[in-house]
């Protein structure tokens, strides 16, 4: 099937700009000029991939992610003009996979598109269930369950902890994460590897992920 992108934004020459660029890559192109748009779309037509920038009118970036992360783990890849690291950090704590600063390079955007997809593909691939006590992962349906409880994760979180229970025992490094989880064409902030970790540790308990400081994270089996 054809690949699914999802572009948000309410100037008409970004949403032309990425267009452009993506097209000849054979992506489906869907677009929404505002953020209740976005939101619907999303929901409705299932992208594999959502361009999402985060000041927009009607409902702004960081709202839809949070409600569509409701329902949703599309992967995000946040559009936006601020520079601080703040702003950076909310896009990352709601939710977003990946984000892109404006001005920015449309051929680096596709590569971490193809990159997103990439990865969507090879989690599809067929492996088999890990378990750990009363933590089981499993791979092909993409749940984990503690016990009797189905544990809730995004995509880049299942893919994290997917890696590090792969790993099990070993210390992998956060650049390590980046290259396996966000692909060898992320250009972003490295603290997104601990900010995602948090939310895993907080979902499915301290004791499973141990930091290892000035190194990275282990997965303790």
Known sequence: MTPKVLIVDDEPSILQLISTYLKPEGFEILTATNGKM?????????????????MLPEMDGVEVLTRARKESNVWVIMLTAKTEETDKIIGLTVGADDYVTKPFSPKELV???KSAIRRISNDKEVEKSLSFGDLVIDPVSRRVMNGAEEIDLTTIEFNLLLNL??????????????????????YGEIRVVDVHIGHVRHKIGEKFITTIRGVGFRFEP
């Open 165 to 186: 229970a792969q790993n099990a025992g070993r210390v992998l490094s956060r650049e390590r994460l980046l290259e396996n989880v966000w692909g060898t064409n992320y």
């Open 111 to 113: 590569a971490r598109v």
């Open 38 to 54: 976005g939101l619907q779309t999303i929901l409705t037509e299932k992208p594999d991939v959502v361009i999402l920038d985060i």
